[in-house]
Nanobody, 131 residues
């Protein structure tokens, strides 16, 4: 059974840090990119950061460059993808989803247009940044 389970969300103040985790299991993820997407209230879902299966290629949205870092641990049965988020601002508030898709195109394209390439999605974890 394919599962992507997010964890690590919470309520923090501006300037704080959070580390999100995504545990992907039940599948062979060798050729799958995995990424983080977020949806703020009243806004469309957007790609935050994505990483290739080999860990050699990453993408970051302009709004998070220099503040967020994505990393991947390809375990034997479960792949873990982390999103280290620093210097959080209220604009980072939203539900963060983990998703996986075959790398049939660039990591950037998969991240910007997830509806065309991300096949599996988690349930999401809420990040709330406010003072």
């Amino acid at each position: 059974q394919v599962q992507l389970v997010e964890s690590g969300g919470g309520s923090v103040q501006p300037g704080d840090s959070l580390r999100l985790s995504c545990a992907a299991s039940g599948f062979i993820w060798d050729y799958y990119a995995i990424g983080w997407f977020r949806q703020a209230p009243g806004k469309e879902r957007e790609g935050v950061s994505c990483i290739s299966s080999s860990d050699s290629s990453t993408y970051y949205a302009d709004s998070v460059k220099g503040r967020f870092t994505i990393s991947r641990d390809n375990g034997q049965n479960t792949v873990y993808v982390y999103l280290q988020m620093n210097s959080l601002s209220p604009e980072d508030t939203g539900v963060y989803y983990c998703a996986a898709g075959v790398e049939f195109t660039t990591i950037r394209a998969l991240c910007i247009h997830p509806i065309h390439g991300m096949d599996y999605w988690g349930e999401g974890t809420l990040v709330s940044v406010s003072s």
